[in-house]
């Protein structure tokens, strides 16, 4: 089916870690962002991207890295997690200027 | 920059009374409005939105919102709250993205507020 997918849906891992989430859509939209969401905050969003190569920080970018070499992914990592980061994040896609659409997230917990 | 105000993180009714959910924004232009519904352990689903044209839009599952400009709010309402509607609720406001690189359009990012909870009781 189309849509957007996250993986994993759960990681477990451990501080100063690297960690990569990833997130796949096959509308073919052309922007993509990575939000994290956490009690009492709301959803906030990390980076963002307008095609492949093309990438710009978000609200909360720090401790996080982006790349997107294709259309269809939006990796994001955590070069080396941190406690703060233990978080729900969620990718979205929007193919028209405003609509998004989001994955199912992924439960992140450093330890 | 815009921001979101939801008012009451947790709101409580019993199944056939009025849910109303309340939103307030700030914005330096007139903005695209959304409601979200998310249900436990599941990502973020589009209820409703505004963009332009009648100020009471209609969304999924009974719910609708007006958009006031005098007052700055996009209220979400439902008559009669049934059981499966329990989940949390976000509104989000749009704020035009400034074109990076060589991307072709213009895109929104969207500000969200912190949540609202509605829980519905039999």
């Known amino acids: 089916d189309a849509g957007i997918t996250q993986s994993p849906r759960y990681k477990i891992t451990e501080t100063g870690r690297q960690v990569t989430l990833m997130c796949h859509q096959t509308w073919s939209h052309s922007y993509m962002f990575w939000y994290r969401q956490d009690l009492g905050h709301g959803l906030r969003l990390i980076y963002y991207s307008a095609a492949a190569d093309i990438t710009d920080k978000g609200e909360v970018p720090d401790g996080y890295v982006v790349s997107r070499s294709k259309t269809e992914n939006f990796p994001l990592t955590l070069e080396s997690a941190t406690r703060s980061q233990t978080s729900v994040y969620f990718c979205?896609?929007?193919?028209?200027?405003?609509?998004?659409?989001f994955g199912p997230g992924t439960r992140l917990t450093v330890t | 920059a815009q921001s979101v105000t939801q008012l009451g993180s947790h709101v409580s009714v019993s199944e056939g009374a009025l849910v109303l959910l309340r939103c307030n924004y700030s914005s330096s232009v007139p903005p695209y409005l959304f409601w979200y519904v998310q249900y436990p352990n599941q990502g973020l689903q589009l209820l409703l939105k505004y963009t332009t044209g009648a100020t009471l839009v209609k969304g999924i599952n009974g719910f609708e919102a007006e958009f006031k400009k005098s007052e700055t709010s996009f209220h979400l309402t439902k008559p009669s709250a049934h059981m499966s509607d329990a989940a949390e609720y976000f509104c989000a406001v749009s704020d035009l993205i400034p074109r990076i690189g060589n991307s072709g359009g213009s895109n929104y990012k969207l500000t969200f507020g912190k949540g609202t909870l509605l829980t519905v009781n039999p």
């Open positions: 979205a896609s929007s193919g028209r200027a405003y609509e998004q659409y």
